[in-house]
């Protein structure tokens, strides 16, 4: 740390030159210290030790400018300050930055993606199926489309997805809706399994192993909702970009106690894009 007012005084040549090089460090510190500089200069540059922050004086020489905040402890840069940079071109590279801020500010960020599939898109397997698609009228509010899957036996149905391209080819993971109806209770398991298929591809491929969500506990009141626990990872069979995925959806009874017909609703799909579009 050192700083100095930057006047050089008439004095002996030994104190002279002590007085150059403390001007000297001054210059090459940036005039480093906890309290600004004594004698202040427009357009001086100022490190202040105590917040880490480097600092410009203001043409006027009336104020500070603060550029950066300086992460001593990893040796880089923390961050730029509120102030900002106001530039009428900027290049990265070799390439122009032609966006705009807003147009930065909107950008979609890829990464942890979601899909809903209704139990209207599904449909029972032809073996060990659950029931067909029905439409439940309650007395009040909306009516439900469902699918109802056995107490005893483990049933399943099926549903396609085809994710977007920018899918980055990874495992999923899904969250159950579903419902019951009479004074039921206990918990439902449900698993879930995928196959992706492409162009020629043979549509009698195995799926992937299925995965079994933590069970979820039901109230005992007719009608509620359930959302069960978000599930482990599910890897997908062949999985590839731009193609049809298969899923199977089971209630695992080996897994569960609710002692009556669970009414899946729906599943919600957890995926990871790592594309910002689909071009």
């Not at 006047?7 to 210290?33: C, K, V």
């Not at 990872?233 to 089971?250: D, G, K, L, R, S």
Request: glycine letters at 6%.
């Amino acid at each position: 740390m050192s700083q100095h007012d930057f006047t050089i005084a008439n004095q002996s040549f030994p104190a002279t030159r002590t007085d150059l090089n403390n001007a000297l460090q001054a210059l090459a510190s940036l005039s480093s210290g906890a309290a600004e500089p004594s004698t202040k200069f427009a357009n001086q540059l100022w490190y202040e030790t105590d917040t880490n922050t480097l600092k410009l004086r203001n043409p006027d020489n009336d104020a500070w400018i603060s550029l950066a905040v300086i992460d001593q402890a990893n040796d880089n840069v923390l961050s730029i300050t509120a102030q900002g940079i106001v530039t009428a071109a900027l290049t990265l590279g070799s390439t122009a930055v032609t966006a705009s801020a807003a147009d930065i500010n909107a950008l979609k960020v890829q990464g942890r993606e979601t899909i809903y599939v209704p139990a209207g898109a599904m449909y029972p397997t032809t073996t060990a199926g659950c029931s067909t698609l029905s439409q439940v009228e309650l007395t009040n509010g909306p009516e439900l489309k469902c699918l109802d899957f056995d107490p005893s036996t483990d049933e399943s149905a099926q549903f396609t997805v085809c994710f977007p391209k920018s899918w980055n080819e990874g495992t999923v993971s899904f969250q159950a809706f579903f419902t019951t109806t009479g004074l039921h209770s206990g918990t439902v398991a449900w698993g879930l399994s995928g196959v992706c298929l492409g162009e020629s591809d043979n549509c009698n491929t195995a799926f992937g192993t299925n995965v079994v969500a933590a069970a979820k506990q039901h109230s005992g009141v007719t009608n509620d909702l359930n959302i069960a626990a978000e599930s482990g990872p599910v890897t997908i069979n062949t999985a590839a970009e731009n193609e049809m995925t298969f899923f199977q959806i089971m209630r695992d009874t080996s897994a569960d106690s609710l002692n009556g017909d669970a009414r899946l609703l729906g599943v919600k799909l957890f995926f990871t894009t790592n594309g910002k579009n689909d071009t």
